[in-house]
């Protein structure tokens, strides 16, 4: 494991999202922070790659924090952007493209084929990063989008439940109590 690369991948995360360009601010990062750490769980669940399935879980979102405007597109042009990042770390060029299809395919919102375990680790991490991120959801709901108790509540519920019902059906199976313990404490 590569374990330099993951530790300069973080930093190199952070220091993005703490630039007053990235429109999304820190909670971006915690939300990575959140897809890595259930990836690293993923891929040994799954028997994965660890190593392939963490560094595409640092570059997921390297696009949309670095520039807005590649936000729609940011599957795409991340996995542009881990190629040159990943090759200036020397890193090998067979695992490059095993990085670059994780990052492809990684948004629940695109209807995209899945391939491999790593890429469907990746995808399922970053749906479900979302029940780790629960104080980022209620303040998008009740500060940023200044809602009402019962719709903020409405809103991080069906938010949630999309979530869900993107990943696959192992992962489901994996997350089910999740699930309900997040309902349960939203009421």
Same mark, same amino acid.
């Given at each position: 494991?590569?374990?330099?690369?993951?530790?300069? =991948? !973080? !930093?190199?995360?952070? &220091?993005?999202? !703490?630039?007053?360009?990235?429109?999304?601010?820190?909670?971006?990062?915690?939300?990575?922070?959140?897809?890595?750490?259930?990836?690293?769980?993923?891929?040994?669940?799954?028997?994965?790659?660890?190593?392939?399935?963490?560094?595409?879980?640092?570059?997921?979102?390297?696009?949309?924090?670095? &520039?807005?405007?590649?936000?729609?597109?940011?599957?795409?042009?991340?996995? +542009?952007?881990?190629?040159?990042? =990943?090759?200036?770390?020397?890193? &090998?060029?067979?695992?490059?493209?095993?990085?670059?299809?994780?990052?492809?395919?990684?948004?629940?919102?695109?209807?995209?084929?899945?391939?491999?375990?790593?890429?469907?680790?990746?995808?399922?991490?970053?749906?479900?990063?979302?029940?780790?991120?629960?104080?980022?959801?209620?303040? =998008?709901?009740?500060? !940023?989008?200044?809602?009402?108790?019962?719709?903020?509540?409405?809103?991080?519920?069906?938010?949630?439940?999309?979530?869900?019902?993107?990943?696959?059906?192992?992962?489901?199976?994996?997350?089910?109590?999740?699930? +309900?313990?997040?309902?349960?404490? =939203?009421?």
């Amino acid at each position: 494991m590569r374990d330099d690369i993951l530790k300069n =991948l !973080q !930093q190199e995360i952070y &220091d993005r999202c !703490q630039k007053e360009t990235n429109k999304f601010g820190m909670g971006c990062y915690y939300h990575i922070a959140a897809v890595v750490k259930n990836a690293e769980i993923l891929a040994e669940e799954y028997g994965a790659d660890k190593e392939i399935v963490m560094i595409a879980a640092w570059l997921h979102d390297i696009a949309s924090i670095t &520039d807005y405007s590649l936000y729609e597109l940011h599957h795409i042009h991340g996995a +542009e952007m881990a190629y040159t990042i =990943l090759k200036d770390y020397g890193y &090998d060029d067979k695992k490059i493209s095993l990085v670059q299809k994780c990052i492809k395919n990684h948004r629940g919102s695109v209807n995209l084929e899945r391939n491999s375990i790593e890429e469907l680790c990746v995808a399922d991490a970053d749906a479900i990063s979302h029940f780790d991120s629960l104080p980022g959801l209620l303040y =998008l709901a009740y500060v !940023q989008k200044g809602m009402e108790i019962e719709n903020g509540k409405e809103f991080v519920k069906n938010k949630l439940l999309r979530s869900f019902q993107k990943l696959s059906a192992r992962s489901k199976k994996h997350y089910q109590n999740k699930l +309900e313990n997040v309902m349960e404490v =939203l009421g």
